[in-house]
């Protein structure tokens, strides 16, 4: 009778004589390695230089963040100013202060401290009430003409009182300007010969104007500000209304 014998299967045959360690008879040994620190010296030096680069490198990148804010202000103001035209070419050449709601304008929104009524009709040719906020504004857009669309959505003024005859018109421009007479229906009336400027809460005490000939003005003076009056004179009114949100 033969008798079976079990083989191990190969693969174990290797690991026995192959892969199993022989530690018998060998020593350990750990190598101690010695690790490169900096100094306090050296920390001390490369903080300065990081210190130093950030005080050269910030204010530029924030000057840099300012410039683009206003010139996408501008850009903002050239499509609410080619709105306005567009929107009074379909009614009889007149903006809409000076159409009454009958006929889809804002005439009688004009007393009611309501500014944003006036980008409310216009709706179809702004496309977006995205554009109606300054991105230096901390004010935030809504989606859509509707839904919580009010004076705290918006962030520029309208000329009540502008007409497409007279090309020299304030049509609209950023909120923070200041001067003239404020009445209690949100309107600043603001004579050629009163102080006017613009306050910090926009563009650091700058800001831009949008005339009804389509061209937006960037005023660069703080505080009172001599060409926002040149503004107002060019345009031949004695008191210029504003609609502030």
Known sequence: MVTAIARRPPALWLDKYFFQPQISGMKLRIAHRQIAALTRVEV???ISIMAL???FVLPKLENAKKKAQRITCCNHLCQINLSFRL???DHTNRY???VSTNFGGTREYVNRGETFRHFQVMSNELSTPLILVCPSDVRQPVKDFVTNFDNSTVSYFVGVDADESNPQMLLSG????VGGT????????ITTNESVGWNSELHDGCGNIGIADGSVQQ???RGSSRNIRELLTATGLATNR????
């Open 44 to 46: 001390a030096v490369v």
């Open 53 to 55: 680069l950030a005080a």
């Open 87 to 89: 929107w009074e070419g």
């Open 96 to 98: 809409p202060m000076s």
């Open 174 to 177: 950023d909120r923070n300007i």
């Open 182 to 189: 404020k009445l209690l229906n949100g309107i600043v009336e």
């Open 219 to 221: 005023t660069t003076s």
């Open 242 to 245: 504003l609609a502030i949100p």
